[in-house]
């Protein structure tokens, strides 16, 4: 399977409440990197990870947790959601932690809307 | 001051129009320079990159990089309504982390 697959594709959550959400990287990419794109804004970074090991964090609150699977698939947990988490959340695979520029994949995203 | 700018639109043109789409970032250790163009709904897709200083041509797209200003262009040739979307520069210094503009809007109409 080629591309990269999010689930699910929206949701929403009342704040408080916790929220995982999936990703499937392209076939032969070990590195996965998540975004927050709130509406009007460019995607911001939250962290990424290489080989099942955070690889680097962006500022983002602990809440934020992630984790990467021996098959590269990935999840994103966040943990007491607030109103202010409502955005695209962009899941991006690729091979290797540097220079990756065209093996850069992204995802269609999931919409996560909190009420 | 945000590490890449980017006005954010919306920008409308006729379809024919040469369309010119700009960035400035702050942070000299950016060493790669990359386009993406993202439809509603949509994941971003990689339009263009490049790492050095001058002009890189695929189609009816150009990206500029000035490194010494510090400034990213991208130009689009005849653009058409289906280049309408957002397009979002963005920058790196050699690790697959990316630091985004916030995006300019295209509207092409027919």
């Known amino acids: 399977e080629t591309g990269v697959t999010q689930s699910p594709t929206h949701l929403i959550k009342t704040r408080g409440q916790q929220v995982t959400l999936r990703c499937s990287s392209q076939s032969g990419h070990n590195t996965v990197s998540w975004y927050q794109q709130a509406l009007g804004q460019g995607p911001q970074f939250i962290f990424q990870?290489?080989?099942?090991?955070?690889?680097g964090r962006g500022n983002f609150p602990p809440r934020f947790s992630g984790l990467q699977f021996p098959n590269y698939s990935s999840e994103l947990n966040v943990n007491a959601l607030e109103l202010d988490d409502s955005a695209l959340y962009l899941c991006a695979s690729s091979f290797g932690t540097r220079d990756t520029l065209a093996g850069y994949t992204f995802g269609s995203g999931t919409r996560l809307t909190v009420v | 001051q945000k590490e890449v700018e980017q006005d954010p639109g919306p920008l409308s043109v006729p379809e024919g129009a040469i369309v010119s789409l700009n960035c400035t970032y702050s942070?000299?250790?950016?060493?790669?320079f990359m386009w993406y163009r993202q439809y509603s709904r949509k994941g971003p897709e990689l339009l263009m990159y490049t790492y050095s200083s001058g002009n890189k041509e695929d189609g009816r797209f150009t990206a500029q990089v000035d490194k010494s200003s510090k400034y990213i262009s991208l130009f689009i040739r005849d653009s058409q309504p289906s280049d309408s979307a957002t397009y979002l520069c963005a920058t790196n210094s050699g690790y697959s982390t990316l630091t985004f503009g916030k995006g300019t809007m295209l509207l092409v109409s027919p």
């Open positions: 942070n000299s250790a950016f060493q790669y």
């Open positions: 990870y290489y080989r099942e090991e955070e690889n």
